[in-house]
């Protein structure tokens, strides 16, 4: 049995309040950050990638996993941290999300910890706009603060820049 599959089965749903959650833990930028264990498949290092041409400077890449092609995605470019200084080489999170598969790219990873509603904070008002609507929940543990990101939030991406439109005139509007 997987590490992963062993760490799903850390207890039955029926006996776990509904706002709880198994969250796997990683840090990216000196923080530490959670997200549910039922989205995470996979930690790997990435050997290799290929660039998105115009796409969001957040996504780094594509990854080929074991046949799969992974859209790769910094989360320190994401939450408006500085850059990775490296992808290649890098640790990343293999996720899952509405039928897609991520690679979500951090600095190390961590513990899988049960939260419970007891441990959860208010998201604390200094936090800016766009780390606030990435974030699902704040937990305090005794060694640190653990943020659980909102992964709809995380992996929705507005696209890359609209370039300026500009209206085309008709070949006779222009020649005339």
């Known amino acids: 049995m997987s590490a992963l599959s062993e760490i799903s089965a850390l207890a039955p749903a029926s006996s776990r309040d509904a706002r709880d959650i198994v969250a796997f833990t990683f840090t990216s930028g000196g923080e530490w950050f959670g997200l549910p264990i039922s989205n995470v498949f996979s930690v790997f290092t990435v050997e290799a990638f290929t660039p998105v041409p115009l796409g969001p400077p957040e996504i780094v890449g594509l990854i080929n996993l074991r046949g799969t092609i ?17 992808i290649r080489g890098a640790l990343a999170v293999g996720l899952q999300h509405n039928g897609e598969n991520f690679a979500l790219i951090v600095d190390e990873a961590s513990d899988v910890v049960d939260l419970t509603t007891p441990r959860r904070l208010a998201t ?12 699902r929940q704040v937990y305090s543990l005794e060694d640190r603060i653990l943020s659980v990101l909102d992964l709809a939030a995380l992996l929705t991406f507005s696209g890359a820049k609209q370039r300026e439109k500009k209206p085309v005139a008709h070949y006779e509007e222009a020649h005339s």
């Open 70 to 86: 992974v859209t790769a995605v910094s989360l320190r470019q994401r939450l408006g941290m500085a850059p990775d200084p490296a």
């Open 124 to 135: 604390p008002a200094n936090v800016d706009a766009i780390r606030s609507a990435m974030t």
